[in-house]
């Protein structure tokens, strides 16, 4: 298991050979593929809606993962000095050029050693609760199901946003151990 959960990507544009780098970012889980169901009128957002209207999709490049958040502000900022911004006369269309000298002043959150660790074994044994209900149901669970049978509830502000079960099945769909049926409810693939 990676220690460190970010990561530094590329996005690439596949109507040019070889494929031309637009974007530059950092993030740690989805964030380099949310892009593109977020399209907003940037000129990223620009360059994702061609690419898609064009019948195609935007290739991602994990360039190096199991990175602090300090280191990957380090590399994200080396990338987009090197590549160039695009209002400077570079590739890219990242707004910023992130100054490497001012990127452990951004650095809010201290994360205690083992921290990371206990939460991913935490993480863990939810995600195993979660394909053991998932298998004991074949024709599939939904959301709410994880959420109410597991006591995995939550009633943040008022309302129920059941976010943490979601995130659970989240993660096992990346990961291929289950995937979501035409009835929008979630089935465990055999392992």
């Known amino acids: 298991m990676a220690h460190n959960p970010f990561y530094v990507y590329a996005l690439k544009d596949p ?34 809606q061609e ?5 195609l999709s935007v290739l991602h490049t994990v360039i190096a993962d199991n990175l602090t958040e300090e280191q990957s502000l380090k590399i994200e900022a080396e990338l987009i000095a090197g590549f160039g911004i695009r209002s400077q006369g570079g590739l890219l269309t ?6 490497p000298n ?24 939810l995600k195993s609760a979660v394909m053991e209900l998932a298998k004991a149901n074949p024709e599939g669970i939904k959301n709410s199901d994880a959420a109410k049978y597991l006591g995995l509830q939550s009633d943040y502000g008022g309302g129920s946003k059941d ?17 979501r049926n035409e009835k929008k409810k979630h089935v465990a693939k055999s392992e």
Request: proline letters at 3%; aromatic letters at 6%.
């Open 15 to 48: 109507r040019v050979k070889p494929a031309k780098t637009f974007y530059i970012g950092k993030g740690t889980g989805n964030r380099a593929w949310e892009h593109q169901t977020q399209v907003d009128d940037s000129d990223k957002g620009k360059i994702i």
């Open 102 to 125: 001012n990127i452990s002043k951004r650095i809010k959150v201290n994360i205690p050693d083992g921290c990371y660790e206990k939460a991913q074994m935490g993480l863990g044994i």
């Open 163 to 179: 976010y943490l079960s979601y995130s659970i099945l989240g993660i096992l769909m990346k990961e291929g151990r289950m995937m």
């Open 51 to 55: 690419i898609h209207d064009a019948g």
């Open 94 to 99: 990242n707004k910023v050029k992130p100054n």
